[in-house]
């Protein structure tokens, strides 16, 4: 059974601070990994894919990938109250056609 | 616009009454999925389609039913549903298979009474 584990939260931070939401997987054969985030009652969108180990920056948002410790991060730099989601970690493997999602990680952003 | 479209967004239907939920994408994506989201389960795939009449089940098929005669069509069909699918529904596509970038659907929530 693949799994992919996240903490619930919920994680609260200040505003302009920096989020560190965290995902292990346990697929060791798993090639590609992605953060979506689902505001309340909304679908999921994505916000970062990674392929490869090391950290991938999109703007404010930053994934890192360690293959060897099975674990992927996003960094969400200067949080903002529109940050206020919750957040999926998804993995798969190659050729596979069923992902496995986390529970998500609840982060709120106050003011 | 690229989107991924489903419909009705809310139903509440009783037990046993037969409904389909469609869903239709205009990216032109080979791979289609079906998701349902439970609170503290998360997002469980339901069945997927790689092309055009070639599906196969989720992790969570049971009670449920799909069919891909067209590339941009994938609907949903609960033959005689039951309380216990009340849930939030989700339809996905992606341009080959699940290691590519999902587009999700705006949802579907469904009320089994």
């Known amino acids: 059974q693949k799994e992919v584990e996240q903490n619930s939260g919920p994680l609260s931070v200040p505003e302009g601070a920096i989020a560190s939401l965290n995902c292990t997987y346990s697929d060791r054969g798993s090639q590609s990994f992605f953060w979506y985030r689902q505001y309340s009652g909304k679908s999921p969108e994505l916000i970062m894919s990674?392929?490869?180990?090391g950290d991938k920056e999109d703007g404010r948002f930053t994934a890192q990938l360690n293959k060897a410790s099975q674990y992927v991060s996003l960094l969400i730099r200067d949080s903002q109250p529109s940050d206020s989601a919750t957040y999926l970690c998804?993995?798969?493997?190659?050729?596979?056609?069923?992902?496995?999602f986390g529970r998500g990680t609840s982060l709120i952003v106050h003011p | 616009e690229a989107q991924v479209t489903q419909n009705p967004r809310y139903l509440i239907t009783v037990t046993g009454k037969k409904l389909t939920v469609t869903c239709s994408q205009n990216?032109?994506?080979?791979?289609m999925s079906w998701y349902r989201q439970d609170p503290g389960l998360g997002l469980r795939q339901i069945y997927y389609?790689?092309?055009?009449?070639?599906?196969d089940k989720g992790d969570v098929p049971e009670g449920y039913k799909v069919s891909r005669k067209e590339k941009r069509n994938f609907p949903l069909i609960l033959e005689s549903p039951s309380p216990n699918q009340t849930s939030l529904y989700f339809c996905?596509?992606?341009?080959?298979?699940?290691?590519?970038?999902?587009?999700f659907g705006p949802g579907t929530r469904l009320t089994v009474l």
């Open positions: 996905a596509s992606s341009n080959r298979d699940s290691t590519d970038t999902q587009y």
């Open positions: 998804a993995v798969s493997s190659g050729g596979s056609y069923i992902p496995t």
């Open positions: 990674i392929y490869s180990n």
């Open positions: 389609s790689m092309n055009v009449e070639v599906t």
């Open positions: 990216m032109n994506h080979e791979y």
